[in-house]
């Protein structure tokens, strides 16, 4: 009896100490397998202490098991823009500081080709503005590029003033009072009163589905160096009313081209034609010419706010 009794414990320990070997054999195969699989979490290593010296430290998200890497965001104007780790793949736009444009215009801007929303813009007053000095008689205005950069509409509106006219062309005709001022274009300015200044100021609105730059026709056409400093020819990029072959998107059909490109494709008149002193009757003064060359396309300057002729063949 008391062997039969033995051979049963012995039964009982032997099936308790291979439960544990199970046991363990399980824990360790759990683990190895965690191991393997357990985070796709990307690896980042901690930022130097003075790398945020002039901002402010925005800590990481934890998105599920993962923890990303600190923001700095500093005092610019527009917010900064960072990524996560999201199904969205459109940006995640920090919220604005308070007071981040006291002296201008808050623009929301229009979801980008991705749909994804775009930072807003801080427009001062500086930049809705710029003040031209007219003279007595004949001028040449051309609107400043920063102006254009809200996309909006420039109205002429300020020029209805008293003994002030104002003309644009296009499609080889005048324009006598042209609604609008057009990106590239320059305007001819009567004053029939004393030399003043006059200011022009962007409408803070915006029109969708149309385009306020001035389109190359075939013939003459009256633009100008829309920038602060002198660019050459190479770096100027007017729209063509050549519609690309086949297009069939409006906005989208134009062709874009630089003086050079048009130069070399032999489709402009070689001789710009500049206006100089407005207040000459000899056209050999009211105008200077420039001859271009192939040479000239990368090196002559052509001043800042210049109004100029040119010539498209087609």
């Known amino acids: 009896m008391k062997a039969k009794r033995k051979n049963i414990l012995l039964i009982v320990v032997i099936a308790l100490i291979t439960l544990l070997f199970l046991a363990v054999v399980y824990l360790i195969f759990k683990n190895g397998i965690s191991a393997n699989t357990s985070s796709s979490c990307p690896q980042w290593q901690p930022p130097a202490q003075d790398w945020c010296s002039d901002g402010k430290v925005v800590a990481g998200q934890t998105i599920g098991d993962c923890t990303y890497p600190p923001t700095c965001v500093k005092g610019s104007m527009t917010p900064t823009v960072t990524t996560t780790a999201t199904s969205n793949s459109c940006p995640q736009l920090m919220p604005m500081k308070p007071g ?7 623009e929301t801007q229009q979801n980008n080709l991705n749909g994804c929303p775009q930072p807003p813009k801080c427009i001062t007053n500086d930049a809705m503005s710029y003040t031209f000095n007219l ?4 001028n040449t205005i051309t609107v400043p590029q920063f102006m254009f950069d809200s996309m ?3 109205s002429t509106s300020t020029f209805s003033l008293k003994g002030l006219s104002i003309y644009g062309y296009s499609n080889n005709k005048w324009e006598t009072k042209p609604q609008f001022f057009r990106k590239n274009g320059s305007y001819l300015i009567y004053n029939s009163e004393q030399d ?3 200011t022009v100021m962007a409408n803070g609105q915006m029109i969708i589905g149309t385009y306020n730059g001035y389109k190359l026709n075939p013939g003459w056409n009256l633009v100008g160096n829309n920038e602060l400093f002198s660019k050459t020819p190479s770096k100027f990029d007017f729209t063509t009313n050549v519609s690309k072959p086949g297009c069939t998107t409006p906005l989208l059909c134009d062709e874009s081209k630089t003086i050079s490109q048009l130069f070399a494709e032999g489709r402009i008149y070689k001789r710009i034609y500049f206006f100089n002193n407005m207040q000459s009757t000899d056209p050999n003064v009211f105008y200077t010419t420039k001859v271009l060359s192939s040479a000239d396309l990368a090196i002559y300057q052509i001043p800042a706010l210049k109004a100029f002729w040119i010539y498209l063949y087609k």
């Open 135 to 138: 003279t007595n008689g004949w």
């Open 100 to 106: 981040w444009c006291p002296n201008g215009k808050i």
């Open 152 to 154: 909006d509409p420039i």
């Open 196 to 198: 003043r200044s006059v």
